[in-house]
């Protein structure tokens, strides 16, 4: 097998030779349509038992609270392994649906509540996608990166379709309680499977040993700082998380029903737009057909996000938006994979974990969005308010590709290494 990752002698079936892999990507395939499921359900809960899109938003902000900590999560990581890290997330993450379960059965649920648990799991579940991706990165060889981060995030497009329009559709057919316990049994067979993963770099090196955690940080921000590369690709992860994600995600319930007038299965329908679009770039991207560079294919299709979002503002029919959302999700994919691979390959072994938790601060930008754009929306429209994120986002990211130019753009840069 050669090096070069669009090699002819690679193909999608490659990582699943890999045992860690084979009981990964099956784990990660639970976890995300449980985090889907999850997501419409209890956003879907939220927004009709309370009327307000304020606290639909904070709940959507609530998911991403632990991105302020991802770093240290990241340092934790590195010291005692991401298979030990990966199934205890996902225990807690069991255990937190079978409390809501328990609490819907006893007709005890609550917006309050929810927001209550919710914060506790935004705590840690930012962090998964870190752990995802390291460990792919030290247990499968450097030629499958590419390719293996495309089957990976099939994981969470798929999620994002089957996720959506199950969640949706349990609770329209047989309630709160019947979606919760579906809920709380893939999340124990996503932890059930995790304990098969091995971290078979956790035990080599690290130099991280013989310091303190707090330098292990301060360690980690001046590695990104130096590397242009690495701030670039920062930059771009946290401006989509502000100005593009905060429609595909948290606010679409409010389009579904305040837009398209529509009900739970129109909901599902057009999150499983967006996802299938992603799903498609996932698995093109994973083919290893198409000579990418990659820095250059996420700021373009960063661009080509904007002006969907824009376009999606002003859509009132539900099919027109389905369309543009799924056009939305395929490059969005395009955008977000190859990111995650030039960081990674930009990126050694060593501070791999703390690289990519400091990655997950950019997701902070979601939620700062919607907590931005809910009163914009209730004051302006949402129309207007989707119009302005979307022309900032695509002026920003056209500034950003200029002041990196060197890093991001040239031909030679090492983030255009061919996917």
């Known amino acids: ?29 639970a ?4 985090f889907e499921m999850e997501t419409i359900v ?6 009709a038992e309370s009327g307000s899109v304020l606290m639909l938003v904070a709940y959507g902000s609530l998911q991403y609270l632990g991105s302020l900590v991802a770093p240290v999560f990241g340092v934790v990581c590195d010291r005692i392994g991401y298979r030990r890290m990966l199934w205890a997330t996902r225990a807690v993450y069991a255990f937190m649906a079978l409390v809501l379960m328990t609490l819907s059965y006893l007709q005890a649920l609550t917006p309050e509540r929810v927001l209550w648990l919710a914060a506790i799991v935004g705590c840690i579940r930012p962090s998964d996608q870190i752990m995802r991706n390291a460990l792919i990165a ?19 497009d798929s999620a994002r379709i089957a996720g959506a329009l199950a969640g949706a559709g349990l609770v329209a057919l047989l309630g709160m309680t019947s979606a919760y316990v579906v809920i709380t049994a893939m999340y124990a067979i996503s932890f059930v499977l995790s304990r098969g993963v091995h971290d078979v770099a956790a035990l080599l090196q690290n130099p991280i040993d013989q310091t303190s955690p707090l330098k292990d940080l301060r360690l980690a921000f001046v590695y990104v700082w130096q590397k242009p590369v ?3 690709a920062m930059a771009l992860a946290f401006l989509v998380n502000l100005l593009a994600f905060p429609f595909s995600l948290g606010l679409l319930p409010y389009v579904a029903k305040n837009i398209y007038l529509t009900n739970q299965t129109g ?22 057909r198409f000579k990418l560079r990659a820095a250059q294919t996420m700021l373009l299709s960063a661009c080509a996000w904007f ?3 824009f376009a999606f503002a002003f859509s009132t029919h539900l099919y027109t938006g389905m369309l543009i959302l799924l056009f939305a999700g395929f490059v969005q994919s395009l955008c977000m994979t190859p990111l995650a691979a030039v960081m990674l390959r930009a990126t050694t072994p060593a501070y791999h974990g703390r690289v990519m938790g400091m990655r997950m601060l950019a997701i902070w930008g979601l939620p700062i969005g919607l907590l931005i754009s809910g009163p914009l929306v209730e004051g302006i ?17 056209l500034a950003m590709t200029l002041y990196w130019r060197g890093a991001l753009w040239d031909r030679e840069s090492i983030a255009n290494e061919t996917l």
Do not use: C
């Not at 990752?5 to 990660?28: C, E, G, I, Y």
């Not at 499958?144 to 981060?149: D, Y």
């Not at 909901?267 to 083919?287: D, N, R, V, W």
């Not at 429209?381 to 990211?397: E, H, K, M, R, V």
């Open 1 to 29: 097998m050669t090096n070069s990752s669009h090699s002819p002698t690679l193909n999608w079936r490659d990582p699943f030779r890999v045992k860690s892999f084979r009981f990964q990507w099956p784990a990660d395939l």
């Open 31 to 34: 976890a995300s349509w449980a």
């Open 42 to 47: 209890l956003g879907w809960y939220i927004l």
């Open 138 to 156: 030290r247990t499968l060889p450097a030629e499958q990166l590419m390719g293996a981060l495309g089957i990976s995030r099939m994981t969470s």
């Open 230 to 232: 690495l701030m670039g």
């Open 267 to 288: 909901l599902g329908f057009l999150g499983a737009s967006f996802a299938l679009g992603g799903l498609l770039a996932s698995m093109t991207l994973s083919t290893h």
């Open 307 to 309: 002006i969907l979002d």
């Open 381 to 397: 429209g949402y129309g207007a308010t989707a119009a302005i994120y979307s022309a900032l986002g695509l002026i920003l990211t």
